[in-house]
């Protein structure tokens, strides 16, 4: 795990990825309103999947720029923050792929170590759960430390966007003001740790 310079006088430098390219996406949205409730002492920075090319094993001695440049996205941050939609009752293809390219090769994980935080938003009425358990199986090989609660699961999100796109649920934006502010408290105490 690179360390990273996290104490009080340092913001936070947290990497938002959203697994949807849907101008419209609910999970977009979601990743918004993080953006507008970030705390004092944190930066939030969101990076568009748009571009990642599919992984294969062929290639990934010599990535493409864009999964160069997600790389060294994900090692410049402190922590990370992921919205996700669910997509056949698991992570969108989308995500999983970036996920792919920026941890491979072997022994070359740009998400080893990293704190992390997930959130989701769906138009079901289990507001992305399994998706966000899909990607915590992950997370074990990733070598990645996520945050358990809150837990932010969005459901029925299509009636919780108004026409502008932004997130008008009031329980919504206390648990994503939360799960940030837990985001970064986790991320100080891991670096605490790490420097004991």
Not at 187 to 196: A, E, F, I, V, Y
Request: hydrophobic content about 40%; charged content about 25%.
């Amino acid at each position: 795990m690179e360390k990273t310079d996290t104490g009080k006088g340092s913001p936070v430098k947290i990497l938002g990825i959203v697994g949807s390219l849907r101008k419209g996406s609910f999970n977009k949205a979601l990743m918004r309103l993080a953006l507008e409730l970030v705390p004092d002492g944190a930066q939030l920075e969101v990076f568009d999947l748009e571009g990642i090319p599919p992984f294969s094993q062929d290639f990934e001695a010599q990535p493409p720029e864009r999964v160069k440049e997600f790389k060294i996205k994900i090692r410049a941050a402190d922590a990370i923050l992921i919205a996700t939609p669910e997509y056949n009752y698991s992570v969108p293809g989308i995500l999983k792929n970036a996920i792919d390219c920026a941890s491979r090769p072997y022994g070359d994980n740009a998400f080893d170590g990293k704190p992390v935080a997930l959130m989701g938003a769906s138009i079901g009425m289990l507001g992305t759960a399994r998706a966000q358990y899909h990607l915590r199986q992950s997370f074990v090989f990733l070598n990645m430390f996520p945050i358990n609660r809150p837990e932010v699961m969005v459901a029925f999100a299509d009636k919780k966007v108004d026409q502008s796109g932004n997130l008008t649920d009031e329980t919504t934006r206390k648990l994503v003001k939360q799960l940030v502010e837990n985001l970064v408290t986790w991320t100080r105490k891991l670096t605490t740790q790490g420097q004991g």
